[in-house]
């Protein structure tokens, strides 16, 4: 038994616990994921995908152009008719052999997310993913019931999908794109974020081995030109689009008057809303993993932290002792709880904000912890005396940046967290169940979390209100805009 000498002396620092790179066999380079092969670019480029935790390259990757989006276009567009020809059931089936390889790759997928991308493994791992893997086997149900999702109307595919996704969630974002589209019968051209692009490639791997027919589904790496050539091509039927708001609005403004529908997944600013009768110690956690996860990168992170003035000298106080011991580093160890910045660019925007809040006289704290030599980091950052016209408490940060706002009463923090142009995300956290529900609904926002924050699940619908876009992803309600539904034949069958 140790001596109470012996005990003081223990040191309780972690040990590393790096994720082997040994289960991942990366090309060296990869060409674009077009017709069911992957091809070399006509007039595209190749560019290197580098691990923002390292500087080192992940592999080469090939960038399209123009010529390239009209081919993959073509290819969909010949895929069509045969894809949407086979039963709902059939469909199904590859949906279902599609998730179940994500299951297989599991590993190899989760260190190439954390690798390309700077996120921490634990996330990759046990989120990123598993969801994705969710997401086709739940679309995998949806394909021989779709007449079901829309009140039993008879139902059409649109036709081609071009769906466009940012870096923050690159594999995720892909499956939420592509499973509800193919379940329909529809067939897309994927663009994934010119930083993160490897494993939506790996994900083309799968669907060569899950033998899904040629053209069903071609991926497009690029950046922003790539992704403004496949909105402009004349023969799509639908643009899906994950991203900034300003991009939303530039192809909202090429798509004017075309007639195609568009789903927008745009930014937010959420409130994260703490009542004075809220579980506090809970409530912590919940502040830490709203806006933490995945270095704040995420849309629904929740930025603007609302605390009732009665508790909120403890919740900060609790905030930042947990803050404090937040692990920063090798997004690989398993031990990492805040991973490395997604790419130089994002980090300059981070400090720019950073350092617009201080000049605007808010309170800054952030962790004294020690950075890698290489790569882009920052650590996670705490703002106090923040008033809502302050930059920090306005505009969409998208780092691991937290900004606090207190309110006195109920109207107050309703009225405070409305205050946005935004309208994505919120959380509430109180005892009251009576004060959860009455606050919820008077809250703009697509996705209100209840003494919980950042959970997500394939059959729950997400989506924005007001700049934050327009449209659901997931559930049910992530079928409709991949739909032509007929409002007045309705189907004895239960599928088109
Ligand atoms: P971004 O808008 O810069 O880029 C998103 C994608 O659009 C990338 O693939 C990019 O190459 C492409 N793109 C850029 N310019 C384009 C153009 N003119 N035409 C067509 N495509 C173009 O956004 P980002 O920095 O990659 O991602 C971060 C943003 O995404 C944040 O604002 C975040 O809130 C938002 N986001 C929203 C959701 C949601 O579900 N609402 C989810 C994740 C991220």
Redesign the pocket.
């Known amino acids: 038994m140790a001596t109470q000498e012996q005990r003081t002396s223990i040191s309780w620092d972690y040990a590393p616990a790096p994720e082997s790179r040994e289960h991942v066999r990366l090309r060296d380079s990869y060409g674009l994921f077009i017709d069911g092969s992957f091809q070399d670019p006509v007039d595209g480029t190749r560019v290197a995908s580098v691990n923002p935790a390292t500087e080192e390259p992940v592999a080469e990757v090939a960038f399209a152009g123009p010529e390239d989006v009209r081919r993959a276009v073509q290819a969909a567009r010949a895929a069509q008719p045969g894809w949407a020809a086979l039963t709902g059931l059939d469909r199904g089936k590859y949906l279902f052999r599609v998730a179940r390889l994500i299951q297989e790759r599991a590993r190899e997928l989760a260190i190439v997310e954390s690798m390309d991308g700077g996120k921490p493994i634990r996330e990759s791992r046990d989120v990123d993913v598993p969801l994705a893997a969710a997401h086709f086997f739940h679309y995998a149900g949806w394909a021989d019931k779709l007449s079901f999702a829309v009140g039993g109307r008879r139902v059409e595919p649109l036709g081609v999908a071009a769906q466009?996704?940012?870096?923050?969630?690159p594999l995720l974002?892909a499956a939420w794109k592509l499973a509800p589209a193919l379940a329909a019968g529809n067939t897309a051209v994927l663009?994934?974020?010119?930083t993160t692009p490897v494993t939506a490639l790996l994900l083309a791997e799968i669907l060569q081995e899950a033998e899904l027919p040629p053209g069903v589904v071609s991926i497009l790496p690029g950046?922003?030109a790539t992704?403004?050539a496949l909105?402009r091509e004349p023969d799509i039927d639908k643009v899906a689009?994950?991203?900034?708001?300003?991009?939303g609005k530039?192809?909202q403004a090429a798509l004017a008057g075309r007639g195609i529908p568009l789903t927008l997944?745009?930014?937010?600013k959420s409130a994260n809303i703490v009542f004075e009768d809220a579980a506090i110690d809970q409530a912590v956690e919940g502040i830490v993993n709203g806006i933490f996860f995945n270095q704040g990168h995420v849309?629904c992170a929740g930025s603007r932290l609302l605390v009732q003035e009665s508790v909120a000298e403890t919740v900060v106080s609790k905030l930042w002792g947990r803050m404090e011991r937040l692990r920063l580093g090798d997004p690989l160890d398993k031990n990492t709880d805040v991973g490395a910045i997604n790419s130089r660019e994002q980090l300059h925007r981070i400090e720019a904000l950073v350092a617009s809040g201080e000049e605007e006289g808010a309170v800054r704290r952030t962790v004294a912890c020690s950075l890698p030599d290489r790569g882009f980091w920052f650590a996670p950052t705490l703002f106090t005396d923040v008033a809502p016209a302050h930059r920090i408490a306005a505009e969409?940060i998208?780092g691991p940046v937290v900004s606090v706002l207190t309110f006195r009463t109920q109207a107050e923090a309703i009225e405070k967290a409305n205050s946005t142009p935004y309208g994505?995300a919120a959380g509430i956290w109180t005892d009251k169940g009576s004060k959860a529900f009455e606050v919820a609904a008077a809250l703009q926002a697509g996705v209100v979390w209840q003494n919980t924050y950042n959970k997500f699940d394939p059959s729950a619908a997400?989506g924005?209100y007001k700049e934050?876009?327009f449209g659901r992803e997931g559930g049910m309600s992530g079928l409709r805009p991949y739909l032509h539904v007929n409002p007045r034949a309705a189907t004895a069958r239960s599928a088109p």
């Open positions: 466009i996704v940012p870096w923050n969630f974002m663009k994934p974020a010119e950046d922003g992704g403004a909105v689009f994950t991203g900034s708001t300003g991009v530039d192809i997944e745009l930014g937010g849309c969409e998208f994505l997400f924005g934050s876009g």
